[in-house]
């Protein structure tokens, strides 16, 4: 009698004569992937890779084979589209633009607030509620027609380019964009606190966050910090002079908070380094900016 010939269990109607060495079942030439000892079929690779931890940064993020700053391209795409819309529309940096509070009259035209309000005048800004202009606020810039113009966009997009790139490398794609969007809230909820009264706009509180991720990152891995500590005395310099023009408030705001994320992220515990716990901080620090922001409103509003 003859034995009954063996089948793969994928391809029932192919003769198989090799084993899986992981499940033990007839494979064909099509379903066989060489493993270290033997071969094994597609759904056993498939389920050894799951089971392979996948390895991490010392931040904490993902190891990435893409080399592409994908996030840092589409920041600087949202900035230039922003620009591009207030060039068609230039009420959006009113409408969008991080002010704490002011009053805005029949005209339109906005007047500045003392406490107190009147007829045919309305309360405008993040005092009223409005609290998407800590976000919206840094992605917008200053108009073409006002004195330092594309400028200002070009210089800061020059800056997000060159460090973004490098903080995005080490920190991971959602570190990178949480550890962003931190710094521009945090320049913007300083700017809050300290000139309510003041309409801003800039990327340059994330960025000043970004530079100071850069040099707590450089810190943490133990490079030459020579050429780093030049470039960060460069960017603080720029803050000083800059506060003749500029908003030092935000810049001040986004340097501290990129500063506090980064190390918070470089030198926790191994065991703290995971998603749900850096996650969890950074609502924390979420947490603290709303606690300011609504304590700075009731000073401004009278409760």
Known sequence: MEAAATTCYRHPSTEAF???TRCDRYICPDC????????????????GQRSVRQSRTVFGGAMSRATAPV?????????VLAYLGEVVQPEI????AVLGAALTGPDGEQYYYRGDTFPGYELTGIADGEWYRLVTGAFLHLPPDASFGVMHLLFNMFALWNIGRAVEGQLGRARYLALYLLSAVGGSVLVYLLAPDTSTVGASGAVFGLAAAYWVIHRRLGHDMAAVNRFMAGFLLWMVLSALFTSWQGHLGGLLTGALVTYGLAYA??????????????LVLLGLFAVAVVMRTSALTGG
């Open 18 to 20: 090799v084993r899986c």
């Open 32 to 47: 066989m992937r060489e493993a270290s000892v033997g071969h094994q079929c597609v759904e056993c690779v498939k389920e």
């Open 71 to 79: 996030v840092t391209y589409v920041l600087i795409a949202l900035n």
């Open 93 to 96: 940096v009113d409408r969008f």
């Open 269 to 282: 515990p191994a065991k703290l380094r995971t998603g749900p716990l850096q996650l969890a901080g950074g």
